[in-house]
């Protein structure tokens, strides 16, 4: 029973492992297929559904391993148009695949890098393409894998973009720098193909145009999102960077701006996009970065697909759809397949049929299958209308997304407009201060008013109070004595109490300046008043006869008169004890600061002391600092010496005469030494303005007097090579110039002389050597330094235009001769023109490597200079390689010369062969000045090598060819001498002998010429007469060699014997 249990759970486990197994195979050959048809050499788009089934199999397997394992079998290196699909799938597994295929696809990085390689050397416009696919892919795994938080797709986030940049000013410096390499390999791939097409609408509906155009749809995608990552980086640059620092990088956004609107322009009336993709606006300008307000402006361009679903027709009967979900472990096949009879009979025999022969699990089984047929018309239905569903929800993420953006800026432009709010709140804050500050001084000067008032209105009534009493006592007054003593008293008080209120009035004037004068005009009212009592008081004498009744009361008037006098002198005693004792506390502070001016002064002394100290010692200090520098110069100078005079040591050294230089190296020296000398002069004359730095001196005499040692010594080495007249001069400028530098050094060693020390005298000296050097350079530098470079360059491509124009015209006359000709003479013309375009092509291969080369041997030599100071200062080299090309062009143009007089039978074909040997010679020399300076393990120098002796290959065929041609056309006749007498044989021999001694004649003549045509060549050249001669020796001119030719002279024709020797002819035999 046990084993009845366990039997349908290992049956399952079998089927299961089958079916598993059927569905790797069935998605294996799908895959297989999709891509087959994908990826093909026919000159049409890439179908949308093959490319999404290869792009759900890397999220179905989660990587790119069977893509890549079927697209390496591809024959990639054998079709461009090929090569032009495989990378526009690949740029789409890129953006839509799984996450794991931008790992998978690093590990083919390499294959990737060669295949552009490949077809970047072939001249083929979808190679062309492919190149910079290539090159936009590669750049685009390079930058997802360093910066892995940004998805391929590039559908990043503000937040994601800002982490990745992080908050280090270089990190985003580096990172808006790929971005810009990233965006122009985009934009150069986008210009190249609408460069090869027509923009009409003709040429993008047709299946050639939009074979091309179909991969700038993922561009426009890539595009968009680039442009809005450099508009946010090169913000947040801006914040962090003066803005001079970043104009390069400004400069570079414009130009990738203006390019970047063209292209989605152009892209935008075409037809073939208007149904596919919407491409977005950018604004009319460039947003201005060096105002940070303008990010508010920037709007995010968005790229919009249609939610448009056009049905494909399916090319085969086994191009199913892939399903997106797998409702079942169960696989679709392993559903469908049939039992079979035997093995359910096998199961039967050996378990028996349960339940009596019946099985309910059938009908179990046949429910299911309804079921799942039911549940898999319904996953269709979900799936359409999830599709539908998901298509809608994009183009609303979309306009979300630009509605986000929208929000974005205005809360940006609230932003701005907030912050410029509070700053005008802030200055009304302060203008609100300022005007309650100055509202509570107000409100306080008139508080100071308003008391000074009321203590003037008090004074003022008690003054009428006064006033009043006085008047009443006066009429009251009987005695006349009394009351006038009564009176002088009351006067006296009045008088104490008028200067009571002078001391108020003053006190009052100095609160409140703004009631003085009416204080003054009060005072002087009561004046008269008091005078006017007065004569009161002088009128009432008369009648104080009258007022003895009244006296007592006067008298008791009188004593409370002096009671309150006694209270007031109480109050003055008072106000005098205050008075005194504020006089002691300013006596107090008096004393204080006395005694803190008498501190003040003692430590005044002890700082001035300080002060003469240290001006003293600094005095000692930069005494013994002149003194120093001083000494650091007479040791300069005394090494200076010694290098100068070892130099001249050098002239007269007998080891030193096997030492020779060039003039160039002479004039260089001679140049960088008059250099020095201005330095010199310079630091001699900072020295004596501030003697206690003599750095710039000791700087100057170092390099001057190596500079000058150097100039010595190659001055009498290239007086070695010079003629007598000149190494005499020279030798004696040397010593003159080693004769004025030791001068100049001796008073630069003494004080007394150190003033009048004057470089002019070496200066003189070394501009005599420096011309001296001019005129010992070899003829024919008639062509400025600093235009050899250009020269190089120009050369080079002039040799490489008359190359491509010998193709055509040798295209052209095998064109005319197929018409003209016929038979044997079209034959041997046809071979003869094929082994002279197989010529050229080898010598534009061999041009092509040789500008390689150069380059590489520029660009590893110029160091820290420019190209043309490297021309410059390798100008032999230089002229040796303009000579080479113009050679090389002027050969080809002549051999198309000879070709044609040949083809047309107006020329020779021993001018053809000439001209074959002058090419090889000219090819050879380029090589041989592009040798020159080139590395032994060069790669591009073992090219240039390959690429000459194909040179001389096609040469010694073009010899061959034309040599054949000749033996077939000449006809040669037969020497019959049958019918000749003795006498008659015997005068044909002298007449050739005569002949033949005359063209020897003209052979000797043509060598003579053609060694002084060489001779000649060289002095144009540079090369002197002398060496000429040399090379020459004494030997014969048919021994000269011809470095023209890349061929052996031929060897000198053997003399024919004298005209009295008779020939040694066979006797004739007769027959009788």
């Not at 749809?217 to 990552?229: A, G, P």
């Given at each position: 029973?046990?084993?009845?249990?366990?039997?349908?759970?290992?049956?399952?486990?079998?089927?299961?492992?089958?079916?598993?197994?059927?569905?790797?195979e069935?998605?294996?050959k799908?895959?297989?297929?999709?891509?087959?048809?994908?990826?093909?050499?026919?000159?049409?788009?890439?179908?949308?559904?093959?490319?999404?089934?290869?792009i759900?199999?890397?999220?179905?397997?989660?990587?790119?391993?069977?893509?890549w394992?079927y697209?390496?079998?591809?024959?990639?290196?054998?079709?461009?148009?090929?090569?032009?699909?495989?990378?526009?799938?690949?740029?789409?597994?890129?953006?839509?695949?799984h996450?794991?295929?931008l790992?998978?696809?690093?590990?083919?990085?390499s294959?990737?890098?060669?295949?552009?390689?490949?077809?970047?050397n072939?001249?083929?416009k979808?190679?062309q393409?492919?190149a910079?696919?290539?090159?936009?892919?590669?750049?685009?795994?390079?930058?997802?894998v360093?910066?892995?938080?940004?998805?391929?797709?590039?559908e990043a986030?503000?937040?994601?973009l800002?982490?990745?940049?992080?908050?280090?000013?270089?990190?985003?410096?580096?990172?808006?720098?790929?971005?810009?390499?990233?965006?122009?390999a985009?934009?150069?791939?986008?210009?190249?193909?609408?460069?090869?097409?027509?923009?009409s609408?003709?040429?993008?509906?047709?299946?050639?145009?939009q074979?091309?155009?179909?991969?700038?749809?993922?561009?426009?995608?890539?595009?968009?999102?680039?442009?809005?990552?450099t508009?946010k980086?090169?913000?947040?640059?801006?914040?962090?960077?003066?803005?001079?620092?970043?104009?390069?990088?400004r400069?570079?956004?414009h130009?990738?701006?203006?390019?970047?609107?063209?292209?989605?322009?152009?892209?935008?009336?075409?037809?073939?996009?208007?149904?596919?993709?919407?491409?977005?606006?950018?604004?009319?300008?460039?947003?201005?970065?060096?105002?940070?307000?303008?990010?508010?402006?920037?709007?995010?361009p968005?790229?919009?697909?249609?939610?448009?679903?056009?049905?494909?027709?399916?090319?085969?009967?086994?191009?199913?759809?892939?399903?997106?979900?797998?409702?079942?472990?169960?696989s679709?096949?392993s559903?469908?397949?049939q039992?079979q009879?035997?093995?359910?009979?096998?199961?039967?025999?050996?378990?028996?049929?349960?339940?009596?022969?019946?099985?309910?699990?059938?009908?179990?089984?046949?429910s299911?299958?309804?079921?799942l047929?039911?549940?898999?018309?319904?996953?269709?239905?979900?799936?359409?209308?999830?599709q539908?569903?998901?298509?809608?929800?994009?183009?609303?993420i979309?306009?979300?997304?630009?509605?986000l953006?929208?929000q974005?800026?205005?809360?940006?432009?609230?932003?701005v407009?907030?912050?410029?709010?509070?700053?005008?709140?802030?200055?009304t804050?302060?203008?609100?201060?300022?005007?309650?500050?100055?509202?509570?001084?107000?409100?306080?000067?008139?508080k100071?008013?308003?008391?000074?008032?009321?203590r003037?209105?008090?004074?003022?009534e008690?003054?009428?109070e006064?006033?009043?009493?006085?008047?009443?006592?006066?009429?009251?007054?009987?005695?006349?004595?009394?009351?006038?003593?009564?009176?002088?008293?009351?006067?006296?008080e009045?008088?104490r109490?008028?200067?009571?209120?002078?001391?108020?009035?003053d006190?009052?004037?100095?609160?409140?300046?703004?009631?003085?004068?009416?204080?003054?005009?009060?005072?002087?009212?009561?004046?008269?008043?008091?005078?006017?009592?007065?004569?009161?008081?002088?009128?009432?004498?008369?009648t104080?006869?009258?007022?003895?009744?009244?006296?007592e009361?006067m008298?008791?008037?009188?004593?409370?008169?002096?009671?309150?006098?006694?209270?007031?002198?109480?109050?003055?005693?008072?106000?005098?004890?205050?008075?005194?004792?504020?006089?002691?506390?300013?006596?107090v502070?008096?004393?204080?600061?006395?005694?803190e001016?008498?501190?003040?002064?003692?430590?005044?002394?002890?700082?001035?002391?300080?002060?003469?100290?240290?001006?003293?010692?600094?005095?000692?200090?930069?005494?013994?600092?002149?003194?120093?520098?001083?000494?650091?110069?007479?040791?300069?100078?005394?090494?200076?010496?010694?290098?100068?005079?070892?130099?001249?040591?050098?002239?007269?050294?007998?080891?030193?005469?096997?030492?020779?230089?060039?003039p160039?190296?002479?004039?260089?020296?001679?140049?960088?030494?008059?250099?020095?000398v201005d330095?010199?002069?310079?630091?001699?004359?900072?020295?004596?303005?501030?003697?206690?730095?003599?750095g710039?001196?000791?700087?100057?005499?170092?390099?001057?007097?190596?500079?000058?040692?150097?100039?010595?010594?190659?001055?009498?080495?290239?007086?070695h090579?010079?003629?007598?007249?000149?190494?005499?001069?020279?030798?004696?400028?040397?010593?003159?110039?080693?004769?004025?530098?030791?001068?100049?050094?001796?008073?630069?060693?003494?004080?007394?002389?150190?003033?009048?020390?004057?470089?002019?005298?070496?200066?003189?000296?070394?501009?005599?050597?420096l011309?001296?050097?001019?005129?010992?350079?070899?003829?024919?530098?008639?062509?400025?330094?600093?235009e050899?470079g250009?020269?190089?360059?120009?050369?080079?491509?002039?040799?490489?235009?008359?190359?491509?124009?010998?193709?055509?015209?040798?295209?052209?006359?095998m064109?005319?001769?197929?018409?003209?000709?016929?038979?044997?003479?079209?034959e041997?013309?046809?071979?003869i023109?094929?082994s002279?375009?197989?010529?050229?092509?080898?010598?534009?291969l061999?041009?092509?490597?040789?500008?390689?080369l150069?380059?590489?041997?520029?660009?590893?030599?110029?160091?820290?200079?420019?190209?043309?100071?490297f021309?410059?200062?390798?100008?032999?080299?230089?002229?040796?390689?303009?000579s080479a090309?113009?050679?090389?062009?002027?050969g080809?143009?002549?051999m198309?010369?000879?070709?044609?007089?040949?083809?047309?039978?107006?020329?020779?074909?021993?001018?053809?062969?000439?001209?074959?040997?002058?090419?090889?010679?000219s090819?050879?020399?380029?090589?041989?000045?592009?040798?020159?300076?080139?590395?032994?393990?060069?790669?591009?120098?073992?090219?240039?090598?390959?690429?000459?002796?194909?040179?001389?290959?096609?040469?010694?065929?073009v010899?061959?060819?034309?040599?054949?041609?000749?033996?077939?056309?000449?006809?040669?006749?037969?020497?019959?001498?049958?019918g000749?007498?003795?006498?008659?044989?015997?005068?044909?021999?002298?007449?050739?002998?005569?002949k033949?001694?005359?063209?020897?004649?003209?052979l000797?003549?043509?060598?003579?010429?053609?060694?002084?045509?060489?001779?000649?060549?060289?002095?144009?050249?540079?090369?002197p007469?002398?060496?000429?001669?040399?090379?020459?020796?004494?030997?014969?001119?048919?021994?000269?060699?011809?470095?023209?030719?890349?061929?052996p002279?031929?060897?000198a024709l053997?003399?024919?014997?004298?005209?009295?020797?008779?020939?040694n002819?066979?006797?004739?035999?007769?027959?009788?």
């Amino acid at each position: 029973m046990n084993s009845m249990r366990h039997v349908p759970t290992r049956v399952k486990s079998r089927r299961t492992e089958a079916n598993l197994g059927a569905e790797r195979e069935h998605f294996d050959k799908q895959q297989l297929s999709s891509i087959s048809k994908a990826i093909t050499s026919s000159e049409m788009p890439v179908k949308e559904k093959h490319a999404r089934r290869i792009i759900l199999g890397t999220h179905r397997e989660k990587g790119a391993y069977t893509f890549w394992s079927y697209a390496l079998g591809l024959p990639l290196a054998g079709s461009s148009i090929l090569s032009w699909k495989f990378c526009h799938v690949l740029h789409k597994v890129l953006r839509d695949g799984h996450r794991n295929v931008l790992q998978d696809c690093m590990r083919h990085h390499s294959s990737l890098v060669e295949i552009g390689k490949l077809w970047s050397n072939l001249h083929d416009k979808y190679g062309q393409l492919v190149a910079l696919y290539t090159k936009v892919l590669c750049t685009k795994m390079e930058f997802h894998v360093k910066h892995s938080e940004i998805p391929p797709n590039l559908e990043a986030s503000d937040e994601v973009l800002e982490r990745t940049a992080g908050t280090d000013i270089n990190n985003v410096f580096q990172l808006t720098v790929e971005v810009f390499d990233y965006l122009d390999a985009e934009l150069r791939l986008a210009e190249t193909v609408i460069r090869q097409l027509n923009t009409s609408i003709a040429i993008s509906t047709l299946t050639s145009g939009q074979c091309r155009l179909s991969p700038l749809i993922q561009v426009v995608q890539d595009c968009s999102h680039l442009y809005h990552f450099t508009v946010k980086l090169l913000f947040k640059l801006h914040a962090c960077l003066p803005a001079d620092t970043l104009q390069g990088h400004r400069d570079r956004f414009h130009d990738q701006f203006h390019s970047l609107k063209t292209f989605f322009n152009k892209a935008r009336d075409m037809l073939y996009f208007k149904r596919l993709i919407q491409i977005p606006k950018l604004p009319d300008s460039p947003p201005n970065f060096l105002h940070a307000a303008s990010l508010a402006k920037h709007v995010k361009p968005v790229v919009v697909i249609p939610d448009e679903y056009e049905p494909e027709q399916q090319d085969d009967d086994d191009d199913d759809p892939e399903p997106l979900i797998d409702v079942s472990n169960v696989s679709t096949s392993s559903l469908q397949a049939q039992p079979q009879p035997q093995q359910f009979d096998i199961f039967d025999q050996t378990f028996g049929p349960p339940n009596g022969g019946f099985d309910e699990r059938d009908l179990q089984i046949e429910s299911l299958k309804q079921d799942l047929e039911l549940l898999r018309a319904e996953l269709e239905k979900v799936k359409a209308e999830a599709q539908r569903y998901i298509t809608q929800l994009k183009s609303q993420i979309n306009s979300l997304e630009a509605e986000l953006e929208e929000q974005r800026a205005q809360k940006q432009r609230a932003l701005v407009e907030n912050e410029q709010l509070r700053m005008e709140l802030e200055a009304t804050r302060r203008r609100n201060a300022e005007h309650e500050g100055t509202q509570a001084v107000f409100i306080e000067a008139e508080k100071r008013a308003q008391a000074t008032e009321q203590r003037y209105n008090k004074l003022k009534e008690k003054h009428t109070e006064l006033v009043s009493s006085h008047a009443e006592l006066l009429r009251k007054s009987a005695d006349t004595v009394k009351m006038l003593s009564a009176t002088q008293q009351t006067q006296e008080e009045v008088e104490r109490t008028k200067q009571q209120l002078s001391f108020e009035v003053d006190r009052i004037k100095q609160e409140a300046d703004m009631k003085l004068e009416e204080q003054k005009f009060e005072m002087e009212k009561l004046k008269r008043d008091l005078e006017e009592k007065m004569a009161e008081v002088m009128r009432i004498k008369g009648t104080l006869q009258s007022s003895e009744k009244t006296s007592e009361h006067m008298n008791s008037s009188v004593t409370a008169l002096q009671a309150e006098k006694e209270r007031l002198m109480r109050s003055v005693s008072e106000k005098e004890a205050e008075l005194s004792s504020l006089r002691q506390a300013a006596q107090v502070q008096q004393s204080s600061l006395q005694q803190e001016r008498e501190r003040s002064s003692r430590e005044l002394g002890e700082l001035q002391g300080k002060l003469q100290e240290k001006t003293s010692l600094e005095v000692q200090l930069k005494q013994k600092l002149l003194e120093e520098q001083f000494a650091l110069l007479q040791g300069t100078v005394t090494e200076a010496e010694n290098i100068i005079q070892d130099a001249v040591a050098k002239l007269d050294d007998p080891l030193h005469i096997r030492c020779t230089s060039s003039p160039d190296y002479l004039v260089s020296r001679a140049e960088a030494t008059l250099g020095s000398v201005d330095k010199v002069k310079k630091g001699h004359a900072d020295y004596l303005s501030n003697m206690g730095d003599a750095g710039g001196l000791l700087r100057a005499l170092t390099q001057f007097s190596h500079l000058a040692a150097d100039t010595i010594i190659n001055g009498s080495a290239t007086a070695h090579m010079a003629p007598t007249d000149h190494a005499d001069r020279l030798t004696e400028n040397c010593r003159g110039c080693a004769t004025q530098s030791l001068q100049f050094f001796k008073d630069l060693k003494s004080k007394t002389t150190l003033q009048r020390a004057d470089p002019a005298s070496i200066r003189v000296i070394v501009q005599k050597i420096l011309d001296l050097g001019q005129e010992l350079r070899p003829k024919g530098m008639d062509v400025r330094q600093d235009e050899l470079g250009d020269m190089v360059d120009k050369e080079m491509a002039a040799t490489s235009a008359a190359i491509e124009e010998a193709v055509r015209r040798i295209d052209e006359m095998m064109d005319k001769a197929r018409k003209d000709t016929s038979g044997i003479k079209l034959e041997v013309n046809e071979r003869i023109l094929f082994s002279c375009t197989d010529l050229m092509k080898a010598i534009r291969l061999l041009i092509i490597s040789s500008t390689d080369l150069q380059k590489e041997i520029v660009e590893g030599g110029r160091g820290a200079a420019t190209i043309k100071e490297f021309y410059a200062r390798n100008s032999r080299w230089t002229e040796g390689l303009i000579s080479a090309a113009k050679a090389v062009g002027w050969g080809a143009t002549e051999m198309v010369e000879s070709a044609d007089k040949v083809v047309l039978h107006t020329g020779k074909y021993e001018e053809l062969i000439v001209c074959s040997h002058e090419i090889a010679a000219s090819t050879a020399q380029l090589v041989a000045a592009s040798k020159v300076k080139a590395d032994r393990n060069s790669k591009r120098l073992s090219v240039l090598q390959q690429a000459s002796r194909h040179v001389n290959e096609m040469a010694a065929n073009v010899v061959a060819s034309t040599r054949t041609g000749q033996e077939h056309l000449e006809e040669k006749e037969t020497m019959d001498f049958s019918g000749m007498s003795v006498i008659k044989l015997r005068k044909e021999e002298m007449e050739s002998q005569v002949k033949l001694l005359e063209l020897e004649s003209q052979l000797e003549n043509e060598r003579l010429r053609l060694g002084e045509l060489r001779k000649k060549h060289y002095e144009v050249a540079g090369v002197p007469s002398e060496q000429v001669s040399e090379d020459n020796g004494e030997s014969s001119l048919l021994d000269l060699p011809v470095t023209m030719s890349p061929k052996p002279s031929k060897p000198a024709l053997f003399k024919k014997p004298a005209l009295f020797q008779r020939p040694n002819v066979p006797p004739k035999t007769v027959f009788k």
